[in-house]
């Protein structure tokens, strides 16, 4: 019988995973259909040839990503340490 604690490192290296996977997804269906977001605002700005508005949103885009994944990598601290201390 698996128990809980023993699989927290894969449930949360797959929650880090799909955190970055998350956004990957997320902007390409704004490319795909959306009138706003950043994935429409990177589209927008390349057919106007404006590569400094592109790096700017590609910018924001990894700031959130390594947020969300920062975001999970510490509740992964918090819950192995409070089974740590069993």
């Known amino acids: 019988m698996v128990r809980f604690p023993f699989a927290l490192p894969a449930i949360f290296s797959g929650m880090k995973i799909a955190m ?3 956004v990957i ?3 390409i269906g704004e490319f795909i259909s959306a009138k706003a977001g950043l994935g429409f605002y990177i ?3 390349s ?3 404006e ?3 592109i790096f700017a949103a590609l910018l924001v885009l ?4 390594v947020a969300l994944f920062g975001t999970v990598a510490l509740a992964e ?3 192995r340490r409070s089974y740590g201390r069993r």
Do not use: D, E, N, Q
Not at 62 to 65: F, M, S, Y
């Open 20 to 22: 970055t996977m998350a």
């Open 25 to 27: 997804g997320v902007i």
């Open 43 to 45: 589209l927008y700005a």
């Open 47 to 49: 057919s106007r040839m």
């Open 51 to 53: 590569t400094a508005v």
């Open 62 to 65: 990894c700031v959130i990503g």
């Open 77 to 79: 601290g918090l819950v």
